[in-house]
């Protein structure tokens, strides 16, 4: 569906969400509203338990919420068939994860290939853009490096590289920075500002360091389930 | 993914080529022991039809006919050619004192058809002389061996000019010769029928079988039907001999169920070790399965990667399984272990392989396939 440039990437009211927990049912999302807008950074911080990751997976479309609607790029992602949801997931969402979850079996250069060979890209074109992406992040030289041989900090380009190589509209990320150093963390945010944000893209970051706060354009805080405040940044 | 797992990768390998070896190596004993089973009757290739009494089960079911019914057999319309066969089990007395049981064969005094298919010393022609027998060369280089004339020295095989005494008969070896391995463990003794029939104990029947050639362009099934018909007497062609042996066999004895166990062990072993290490390996690595699925990978995508990967470690399993199995019945080929592997049997052990990847695999593939892309988010 074509998104005009003044719609929100991500349309959230009343989101609701449980979880059955043995006898008891856990409300993560308590009725969440919330906006993203394209061209925008959006951390979302909270104490541990406050439902942002169940947000950010209902907002990826790889959990579906319980009531209340949420559009991304004004597609109901909870009304999609599940294949047509793995291909909107395929299209459009990048993921960085808290401990990268690249392959280990696979180097860097095949790891960032992969979300253009499953979107049927021959394996050639997919490793020659996979590299160039590689070389915007700055790991020319790490290209048939294997996980493993990475630190933390260009583990983590590598998975940003991966998120960003396929050109999708949303980037999520679950605690980019967590496991890295302070400066290694800072670095991955700059690359994050310089080489992913766009006009055409969203990035929503869940985050509990705060040092890597002043790289948002707004800050939604959670908890018990729900945005209790949105704080916009001074202008990057 | 399961290649840079050195551990697993090579851990299931070697459960399915546990798993292979053993289904080859135990499908072709059994085969080879069933092979022997109906030795006798491949060895003998000239009649097409023999003919005995209806309640034989199998060649070594003796139920002896009277001698005049081999002149019925012979005023058979189609019948080119009839002869006599003794088969039995008779006593030799060894030159050391010993007895030793002999399975003697009685040819034709005529034409000797039904002799060795292959004469090692001596000639066929040569049981034409006075008490002459034929020996068969494993038979002559164990059972009927002489002592060593050294204290403690290996026996000597028996050769031409040895004497035997057959059920109390001089017997002169003039022939060495090569027979297929049957199921009994038996030198064999060739000689003529009438020399046979002097040597076993006085019966009022005698005639074991009687051999039966058809006329040229005459079908042996039509002749067979014609002699049960007019002689009332069993008659089957070669093949259907062979396979009321071995069906017999198949039926009667425990070998089936013997090495049915060896092989549903391999079967289970490999199943057990392939299928749980597979699912280890899967369970390990959820958390990449989790991320392909949050990347976009559909649930077809995944489950030709787990089949891709089942059928590379399945591959070489069976291939190192089945090689190793082979080595196995090339390195023993000169013993008495009987090691028949066929065109059939690889195929099986092939299916059984595939059979245990596909149960491998389908536990891992079910995992994946129910697995919710959002277990990347945790922990």
Known sequence: MAVSPTDPAVYCRAVTKSYVSGPTKVMALQGVDLEVRLGELLMLVGPSGCGKTTLISVVAGILDHDEGECLVFQEDLRAMGRNSKTLFRGQNVGFVFQAFNLLPTLTALENVSIPL?????????????????????????????????????????????????????????DEPTSALDAGTGQKVLEVFRGTALAEDRALIIVTHDNRIFNFADRIARMEDGRIVAVESQVAH | MLIGDRGKYLGIIMGLTFASLLITQQSSIFTGLMTRTYGAISDLAQPDIWVMDPKVQFIDDIKPLQDTELFRIRSVPGVAWAVPLYKGLLKARLEDGNYQICNVLGLDDTTLIGGPPVMLAGSLSDLRRQDAIIVNDVGASTRLAKPSRV???????????????????????????????????????????????????RERKLLSFVLVKAQPGLDPQTLTRRIREQTGLAAHTAQEFKDLT???????????????????????????????????FTLENIRYFGTLKAMGATNGILLRMILLQALLVGSLGYGLGVGAASLFGYLLGGTELSFRLTRELLVFAGSAIGLIIILSALISIRKVMTLEPAIVFKG
């Open chain 1, 117 to 173: 060979l499953l979107l049927g890209l021959k394996k050639t074109e997919a490793l020659s853009q996979a590299r160039e992406m590689l070389e915007r992040v700055g790991l020319a030289d790490r290209l048939q490096s294997l996980p493993a041989q990475l630190s933390g900090g260009q583990a983590q380009r590598v998975a940003i590289a991966r998120a960003l190589v396929h050109r999708p509209r949303l980037i999520v990320c």
């Open chain 2, 151 to 201: 204290p403690g020295g290996r026996p000597v095989p028996l050769q031409i000019g040895d004497t035997l005494e057959i059920n109390d008969h001089r017997a002169v070896v003039v022939g060495i010769c090569r027979v297929s391995r049957t199921f009994q463990s038996q030198p064999v003794v060739y000689t003529t029928y009438s020399r046979a029939t002097t040597f076993a104990p």
């Open chain 2, 246 to 280: 071995y069906d017999y066999f198949m039926k009667y004895t425990g070998i089936p169920i013997n090495f049915g166990i060896a092989v549903g062990l391999g079967f289970i072993i490999g199943t057990a070790i392939a299928g749980q290490t597979f699912y280890n």
